[in-house]
């Protein structure tokens, strides 16, 4: 869905939202893969993994990008609460490092994120997310830090049909707009679509969910670049 989901709530939450975890009542976890353009050089792999508490969820989660010559790699641990019936809170402290080559080293730092999620009715939610407004510092050189980006979106839901609406902001890059469309034809089995401009990328996929399993499969589309696609797995301890 061009990757507008920080106004949606599930386990995934971890690596766009850390609000969005705070609804969840069961023990869920997830696996996923992509490929960016089918260069192996571009491959990235995460994990979330969400545990509700007496009050609140605990979060915990990893993300790894690259190959030898050039890897990044994000851990960290959050925690997530309602603050009221309609409003929740995120925070997520992470352990964040990039790996060149031997001739160039290693930088890691810590970084934060915060997110905050709004039921606005039933049916329409906003969230919010920022993630590195510290800036953290990765070199001296030119002042180079590690990405600062902020998120605001929506999303509405009318019956089979959810709509996602997202503004993306990288202090470094343009403002990036997403929109997003799932579908539920049949029970259980879900289609999805979004667009995405700066730069313009299309992206597809669906869902199945067999008991206390998800399977996603999907992929984006650049026009230059060629095709991204991407799968997770999720596992929720208690069958929705």
């Known amino acids: 869905m061009a990757n507008a989901s920080v106004a949606l709530e599930d386990v995934w ?3 766009h939202n ?17 490929n960016r353009f089918l260069l192996r050089e571009l491959q990235s792999q995460g994990i979330a993994v969400a545990v509700p508490l007496k009050k609140g969820v605990l979060s915990i989660g990893a993300q790894l990008f690259g190959y030898e010559q ?11 609460m309602q603050l009221s019936e309609r409003f929740s809170a995120g925070i997520q402290v992470n352990y964040a490092g990039i790996i060149l080559n031997e ?5 890691h730092s810590a970084t934060a994120e915060m997110g905050i999620l709004a039921e606005i009715t039933e049916n329409w939610k906003m969230g919010m997310s920022a993630y590195n407004l510290g800036r953290s510092g990765l070199a001296d050189f030119e002042n180079d830090r590690f990405t600062t980006l902020m998120r605001l979106g929506t999303s509405y839901e009318l019956q089979k ?14 403002l990036r707009i997403k929109a997003g469309m799932e579908y539920e034809p049949i029970d259980k089995f879900f289609f999805r679509a979004g667009v995405a401009a700066q730069p313009i990328e299309f992206s597809f996929g ?14 984006a589309y650049h026009q230059q670049l060629g095709w991204s696609p991407h799968f997770s797995l999720t596992f929720t301890s208690k069958e929705k």
Request: with cysteine.
């Open 13 to 15: 939450s971890y690596h």
């Open 70 to 80: 050039f890897r990044s790699r994000k851990a960290g641990i959050g925690y997530s």
């Open 206 to 219: 669906f869902g199945y969910r067999y008991k206390m399993f998800q399977l996603d499969l999907g992929s």
């Open 161 to 174: 049909v959810m709509l996602l609406l997202e503004a993306e902001k990288d202090l470094d890059h343009p």
């Open 103 to 107: 001739s160039y080293g290693s930088r």
């Open 18 to 34: 850390p609000a969005g975890l705070a609804s969840l009542r069961e023990v869920s976890a997830g696996v996923c893969y992509e």
